[in-house]
């Protein structure tokens, strides 16, 4: 009797990313889908390192999180649409705001034991084209009017129909459980963790700056693809200044006292696509391809928001990483003074800071933030939710590779539903 051995685990190499630039939506990407995105990001990975002969990538991997019913198989469309071989396989994968870094960590899993030599795994998303739902009451009339098998008992199933049916179903962004926005939940958690205004803005401008700078020394020049008129993120405002920042309304938080959250010091709703190439060390090898880095460890967690501390402190809806991110060092034997960059994702500022404080009551070092998302963040970029993941992981790659040496990045996504998605990337 036979038995198969174990796999040898190997190490996953980050090989390069391609993002389009981040557009507000109901703007220049008004009317581009999930497909034309996410198959711009693909064609422009595919034509930076050749990958368009017979096999040459193992798999597509990536999702969306708002997703018509069109889309419901939309990597392999993707692929279809794309320079890939249309033989390469393809699967969707969502988990919200972690979307992206669920996908990449998906594609590694395999690459690690074996399973394939290479992936692409990213993500889009749209909020100008996003899903319109029928009614629920009239999709019930409709139903009954189909399985109904004589004209006039259809007519009398239609009979039913109201002007007040024919209001579309629109996507909110707001928790099923609490009915509460992202927004409003980030809110009652900045009055929980006592996060002030004036450190949001703060914030909120260093990321402008620091993606600002960033471009202008030419980082981005070979992550980010034109597409649509685009060539620079358009949420970016490169004179942003907590003074500035200062002078605008607060738009979460007005049931309560001294609300904080503003528009400026939160992402808008945005449109775009990112993806990242991953391989096995001898497949780049063979394409003559260097590493930018390699993904060393990953986490997820999850917080009961609802029935624990429904609304906030440590338990908020996007405090999830408070618990991912000590978990995942604790495994992996690091403490933060070991990582040369982390970049926490900036669903908002409010959100960022409450995480740091959490990390430190949790009995993690402070972060330094010299270190803390050093080319900005989503605060300055926008935050296409499935996009984001992968627009990280690329970044964070290059940002370890353009330091030279060895080195050791952090990231940390909040994502609805009160999760998280946690990874460290390491150059040796």
Known sequence: MSSLLAPAVRRVAIIGGTRIPFARSDGPYATASNQDMLTAVVDGL?????????GAVGELVAGAVLKHSRDFNLARETVLGSKLDARTPAYDIQQACGTGLQAVIAAANKIALGQTESAIAGGADTASDAPLGVNDEL?????????????????RALSGVRPSHLVPEIPRNAEPRTKLSMGEHAAV?????????????ELAATSHQRLAAAYERGFFEDLVVPFRGLDRDQNLRPGSTPEKLAELKPVFGLDGPDPTMTAGNSTPLTDGAAVVLLAS????????????????AYETAAVDFVRGDAVGGEDGLLMAPAY???????????????FDLVEIHEA????VLATLAAWEKRGLAPVDRARLNVTGSSLATG?????TGARIVATLAKSLADKGGAGRGLISVCAAGGQAVTAVLERR
Do not use: C
């Open 139 to 155: 999709r019930r009339i409709l139903l009954q009017a189909r399985r109904v098998k004589s004209l006039g008992g259809r007519l």
């Open 281 to 296: 060390e001898e497949w780049a090898e063979r394409r003559g391809l260097e590493p930018l880095a390699y993904l060393t």
């Open 348 to 351: 908002f500022a409010s959100q």
């Open 324 to 338: 991912a991110v000590p978990r995942m060092l604790e495994r992996a034997g690091l403490a933060l003074p070991n």
């Open 46 to 54: 595919v034509e930076r390192y050749a990958l368009g002969d017979p």
């Open 383 to 387: 935050h296409p939710f499935a996009a």
């Open 189 to 201: 958690t900045a009055r929980a963790w006592d996060v002030s205004r004036e450190a949001q803005d």
